[in-house]
């Protein structure tokens, strides 16, 4: 399958716990994005990436989420400190670098914050 | 600022009926994407068409349709003759050409249940 691939798929953590997320785009796609989806929700962004570089940021992701995309290949995404409020599907997309091409999305990870 | 509306929450039909979801959008930008997601239960958003703002010409595939039309702002999604497999959600989504990274602005997203 060479589809966004996303793990785990789900995740229950204890608050306070941190978690790390992993992505791996289709392989020839420089940009990879994070998103965000809570119950009956639309995604929203949280941060995207061109090959290794983070180039933006959105406010929603506070100073407890990190980011890294290493080698532009896979990417993480680490929550700090979980709060309940996380709780949330966490979607990659990725694209082959124009901004008018279509993402592809990976299944999410489901995370709960108990 | 931009914004997507979907103003249909949930709706249901009966198999073969046709249903069209609403979607309104605010931008200032001249210049934008629009775009249909479609997801199902499993999850994975699943693109379904892409439509620049320099082209208002009607789009048929199969059995979906879209109507857009830039005067009122709206990027409208009909389904014929629906089947089962078309319950999921579908999102409605703008994306600002310039200097934003190919960042999707979404709706909230309307949920299609069809019933045999």
């Known amino acids: 399958d060479t589809g966004v691939s996303q793990d785990p798929r789900h995740k229950i953590t204890k608050r306070g716990q941190n978690v790390t997320f992993r992505c791996d785009p289709i392989?020839?796609?420089?940009?990879l994005y994070w998103y965000r989806q809570t119950l009956g929700q639309g995604p929203e962004f949280l941060t995207y990436f061109q090959n290794e570089a983070q180039l933006e940021k959105s406010r929603l992701l506070s100073d407890r989420f990190s980011a890294e995309r290493p080698k532009g290949s896979f990417s993480t995404l680490e929550i700090q400190r979980t709060e309940q409020g996380d709780s949330a599907m966490y979607l990659c997309a990725s694209s082959a670098g124009r901004q008018n091409t279509e993402a592809f999305f990976g299944q999410g990870t489901r995370l709960t914050v108990v | 600022a931009q914004k997507v509306t979907q103003a249909q929450t949930e709706i249901s039909v009966v198999e073969k009926e046709d249903v069209t979801l609403d979607c309104v959008y605010e931008t200032r930008d001249t210049t934008y994407y629009l775009f249909w997601y479609k997801q199902p239960p499993s999850g994975e958003l699943v693109f379904l068409i892409r439509?620049?703002?320099?082209?208002?010409q009607n789009e048929i595939s199969g059995r979906y349709s879209w109507n857009f039309q830039k005067s009122t702002s709206s990027f409208n999604f009909t389904i014929t003759a629906s089947q089962v497999v078309d319950s999921a959600v579908y999102f409605c989504a703008l994306i600002r050409i310039y200097n934003q990274g190919g960042k999707l602005i979404f709706g909230q997203g309307t949920e299609l249940s069809v019933k045999p």
């Open positions: 439509r620049n703002s320099f082209d208002e």
């Open positions: 392989s020839e796609h420089n940009r």
